[in-house]
T-cell receptor, first 115, second 113 residues
């Protein structure tokens, strides 16, 4: 079946521009997570959705970052006024529920480069 | 707060040799522990997980890990590695009721012929 998909796969943007990253979770998965992977580092948690609400936004690094989710479907991560330190791979994952007992399935990621 | 430390950033090993990738965690609550693998130019894939029960967990591709509560460790092992095991390996912990994962910095396993 279809896995988690993300678009675009690569995005190059100029410093100061806004970008939108999209995640399509596996159908039926109520939980959705965004993570960030900077070069040579592990993944950092950004935000967790259960349905279309976000009970945990604790990982968003600044108010330039926001995310929304439509129902139990597509999610968009928006970064406003991008900075060079935002350059990273942004990964999305979905699972059947918001508990650790449910396996998270990861998308291929969006590589964001801010010039 | 929870944290994960992977003690080795790179582990070079010859093909068919055994390997151990080390992971230590810190948590004030009960934890669930995971190992993920990231092959070159691919997404993350779950190798194995510890939720409860037996402390020795077996995963895919011949990997296993042992949960040691007293040493707060969850080291990953394989008795004989293949070239195809060359990848980045991430240890992760989850202890809250949201399922969010806290990852270590990753260990690059380099299998040489």
């Amino acid at each position: 079946g279809a896995g988690v998909s993300q678009s675009p796969s690569n995005k190059v943007t100029e410093k100061g521009k806004d970008v939108e990253l999209r995640c399509d979770p596996i159908s039926g998965h109520t939980a959705l997570y965004w993570y960030r992977q900077r070069l040579g580092q592990g993944l950092e948690f950004l935000i967790y959705f259960q349905g279309n609400s976000a009970p945990d936004k604790s990982g968003l690094p600044s108010d330039r970052f926001s995310a929304e989710r439509t129902g139990e479907s597509v999610s968009t991560l928006t970064i406003q006024r991008t900075q060079q330190e935002d350059s990273a791979v942004y990964l999305c994952a979905s699972s059947l529920g918001g508990q650790a007992t449910y396996e998270q399935y990861f998308g291929p990621g969006t590589r964001l480069t801010v010039t | 707060a929870q944290s994960v430390t992977q003690l080795d950033s790179q582990v070079p090993v010859f093909e068919e040799a055994p390997v151990e990738l080390r992971c230590n965690y810190s948590s004030s609550v009960s934890v669930y522990l995971f190992w993920y693998v990231q092959y070159p130019n691919q997404g993350l894939q779950l190798l194995l997980k510890y939720l409860s029960g037996s402390t020795l967990v077996k995963g895919i591709n011949g990997f296993e890990a042992e949960f040691n509560k007293s040493q707060t460790s969850f080291h990953l092992r394989k008795p004989s590695v293949h070239i195809s095991d060359t990848a980045e390996y991430f240890c992760a912990v989850s202890g809250g009721n949201t399922g969010k994962l806290i990852f270590g910095q990753g260990t690059t396993l380099q299998v040489k012929p």
